[in-house]
């Protein structure tokens, strides 16, 4: 009964020898091959092209957004409110002539949708993910201009339709927004969902 388990093995040893065949046993012999056979060093970046700089732009391309707001000033100026008149969206006024936070979240998440509306005075908008400011907008034109940082409306003024432009961060969300004067509030506009 104790080797009864070896009767079993020469089919399995036969099984095992017909898989291997010469392709495979080729690559595997070349697995021991020294590193050096397989890329030229002549190819191979340096400290002169791979500089920590470098390495830390790539590191931010995840969190750098392409984004089709408008930067200064907007042509949308919507009929009523923005958050009444698309669902989901949250505001934060401030009257504060220096940036103050409208959201200040640590913990991944995405970005979905933020902009600024003008009351009287010129308002602006910084968007900050992980900790890099990655946009900023000013909305200078008439009172009651948005100027859209993150995602875009389209439609009629009265119904307009968000469309968001998702935008992923790691670590953190910050979104501050300040007024030119303090009698003309700045109201921030965004929605953004957080991720586990």
């Given amino acids: 009964m104790s080797g009864s388990f070896l009767l079993g093995l020469p089919g399995k040893i036969g099984t095992l020898l017909t898989r ?7 690559k595997l012999d070349n697995l021991d091959a020294a590193v050096t ?14 500089t920590s700089a470098r390495a830390a732009k790539l590191d931010s391309l995840a969190t750098v957004p392409i984004t089709n707001g408008v930067v200064e000033g907007s042509a949308f100026t919507p009929d009523a409110a923005l958050d009444t008149l698309v669902s989901g969206l949250t505001t934060a006024s ?4 220096s940036f103050a936070d409208a959201v200040n979240y640590t913990g991944p998440g995405v970005l979905l949708f ?11 908008m910084e968007v900050i993910l992980d900790g890099v400011t990655a946009i900023s907008v000013v909305a200078n034109g008439s009172s009651g201009d948005t100027a859209i940082a993150v995602g875009m409306l389209c439609g009629p003024t009265a119904t307009p339709i968000l469309i968001p432009e998702p935008i992923a961060f790691r670590t953190s969300l ?13 109201v921030a506009i965004y929605r953004y969902r957080e991720t586990a």
């Fill in 94 to 97: 401030t009257s504060s002539t």
């Fill in 37 to 50: 056979t397989r890329s030229a060093a002549a190819t191979a970046l340096s400290t002169v092209q791979w």
């Fill in 114 to 124: 933020a902009a600024v509306k003008k009351t009287a005075q010129n308002t602006t």
């Fill in 20 to 26: 291997l065949s010469d392709t495979r046993a080729t």
């Fill in 174 to 186: 910050q979104i501050r927004h300040k007024t030119a004067s303090a009698v003309a509030p700045s």
